[in-house]
């Protein structure tokens, strides 16, 4: 798995570059956008965004786990976990990638 992480830093360039806005522009447009997309998710509304996916937040109950190393019983308290779900064409361009077509031909 490649090692590599877009940071906001680079997203904001993207949009700098794509858009023709100033850098401080895309800079505040980026954290307007996934201040938004925060906000939207705290308030457990679920966020979708066409060709790309869809967050949510999920409630999960009150469970009993294991510690692996011991084998002892740990409640695990509820909790809400953001869920993300891929569309179907970010799967296909995901599949059809050029990292894909290069571990298909290892």
Do not use: C, H, W
């Not at 490649?2 to 858009?19: C, D, M, N, P």
């Not at 997309?37 to 786990?65: D, H, Y």
Request: hydrophobic fraction near 35%.
């Amino acid at each position: 798995m490649s090692e590599k992480t877009i940071t906001r830093a680079q997203l904001s360039e993207a949009i700098y570059q794509e858009v023709g806005l100033s850098r401080n522009e895309s800079a505040d447009l980026l954290e307007a956008v996934l201040n938004e997309i925060s906000s939207a998710l705290s308030r457990g509304e679920a966020v979708k965004i066409s060709s790309f996916g869809s967050f949510a937040v999920r409630s999960k109950g009150q469970r009993v786990g294991r510690n692996p190393k011991t084998g002892e019983e740990v409640p695990i308290l509820p909790r809400r976990v953001l869920v993300f779900r891929p569309s179907q064409l970010l799967k296909k361009k995901i599949n059809d990638g050029p990292v894909a077509s290069a571990k298909a031909g290892k």
